[in-house]
């Protein structure tokens, strides 16, 4: 079947669906093989390839990420001292502790290398690191309450900064990569 055939044998919206994917499916005309995930947009000489914002919040990144490996080992070290409630719930919590640390510590080290779609994963982790701030602030427990909030507002913040956006998006007619 052609490709202006297979066109008009689909329903009105998905030719505009169909004709994107051919489009964004292509590779770039001036892709080389190895793009290098350093590359950025052009900073001030002198100026290191990466902004400091970029190693700023991967940086804190890495550090909730350390903070939830924590939290499981904790966990684990509870669980052997007290029998819990349900043993399946246990053995889920554990698991879904350490699936959050890989994945944040995985989200950390591609944030420093300037992969795009870290941002948003980044943002979703600080805004759950918000929703649990706030109820312990309230609760009239501030260190803890602080702990959790002011490294979740500052990643927060750099992630939206332009140089954090343009490095991951590779505007500098370099590849974009993810």
Same mark, same amino acid.
């Given at each position: 079947?052609?490709?202006?055939s297979?066109?008009?044998?689909?329903?009105?919206p998905?030719?505009d669906?169909?004709?994107?994917?051919?489009?964004v499916?292509?590779?770039?005309?001036?892709?080389?093989?190895?793009?290098?995930?350093?590359?950025?947009?052009?900073?001030?000489?002198g100026?290191?390839?990466?902004?400091? %914002? !970029?190693?700023?919040?991967? /940086?804190?990144l890495? =550090?909730?990420? *350390?903070?939830? #490996?924590?939290? &499981?080992?904790?966990?684990?070290?509870?669980?052997?001292?007290?029998?819990?409630?349900?043993?399946?719930?246990?053995?889920?919590?554990?698991?879904l502790?350490?699936?959050?640390?890989?994945?944040?510590?995985a989200?950390?080290?591609?944030?420093?290398?300037?992969?795009?779609?870290?941002?948003?994963?980044?943002?979703?982790?600080?805004?759950?690191?918000?929703?649990i %701030? !706030?109820?312990?602030?309230? /609760?009239?427990?501030? =260190?803890?309450? *602080?702990?959790? #909030?002011?490294? &979740?507002?500052?990643?927060?913040?750099?992630?939206?900064?332009?140089k954090?956006?343009?490095?991951?998006?590779?505007?500098r007619?370099?590849?974009?990569?993810?």
């Open positions: 079947m052609s490709d202006v297979h066109r008009h044998a689909l329903p009105w998905w030719n669906y169909v004709g994107y994917c051919a489009f499916s292509r590779p770039p005309k001036s892709a080389s093989p190895h793009p290098d995930p350093a590359d950025s947009v052009p900073l001030p000489p100026s290191p390839r990466r902004p400091a %914002a !970029v190693l700023v919040a991967a /940086a804190l890495a =550090l909730e990420s *350390l903070a939830v #490996l924590a939290v &499981a080992v904790w966990y684990i070290v509870e669980l052997l001292r007290v029998t819990p409630v349900s043993m399946g719930g246990a053995i889920f919590m554990i698991v502790l350490f699936g959050a640390a890989i994945g944040l510590g989200v950390a080290i591609n944030l420093y290398r300037g992969y795009r779609w870290t941002r948003a994963a980044a943002f979703v982790w600080q805004l759950l690191m918000l929703a %701030a !706030v109820p312990i602030l309230l /609760a009239g427990r501030p =260190l803890p309450g *602080l702990t959790l #909030l002011l490294p &979740a507002f500052v990643v927060a913040v750099l992630l939206f900064t332009p954090v956006v343009a490095f991951t998006l590779r505007s007619g370099g590849t974009p990569v993810l």
